[in-house]
């Protein structure tokens, strides 16, 4: 079989393994209500993975071997300068524009 028959069959299959695990979740959705205690646990979740995504990468830069918890690591200052303007501004694209622009501006300053 070839590659270009191979890739889109591929694809196909990976869709309908996807629909097949979440199609009854979203069938029986309306029909299944979670405590109180485990919805308000819920909320967290997204703050939860964000923040095991971000500060590994913040923290461990370059090959996420070493440890930078420096004034030297530019991803932690903009980092630092991103939570800054959320907690004051409370505007999501603000904050990920500073943390941008910091990010960039601080890569460019800053002797690596």
């Known amino acids: 079989m070839s590659v270009a028959v191979m890739i889109p069959l591929m694809i196909l299959g990976m869709a309908l393994i996807n629909l097949a695990i979440r199609w009854p979740v979203y069938l029986f959705a309306n029909h299944f209500r979670f405590p109180p205690i485990i919805e308000r646990a819920l ?36 980092a630092l300068v991103a939570a800054a303007v959320s907690y004051f501004g409370k505007n999501l694209f603000a904050t990920i524009g500073a943390g941008v622009v910091a990010f960039l501006l601080l890569r460019w300053l800053l002797p690596i």
Do not use: E, Q
Not at 48 to 74: C, F, R, S
């Open 43 to 78: 909320a967290f979740v997204p703050v939860a993975v964000l923040t095991a995504i971000i500060v590994p990468t913040v923290l461990y830069p370059g090959d996420g071997t070493k440890l930078d918890a420096t004034w030297h690591n530019p991803a932690l200052l903009a």
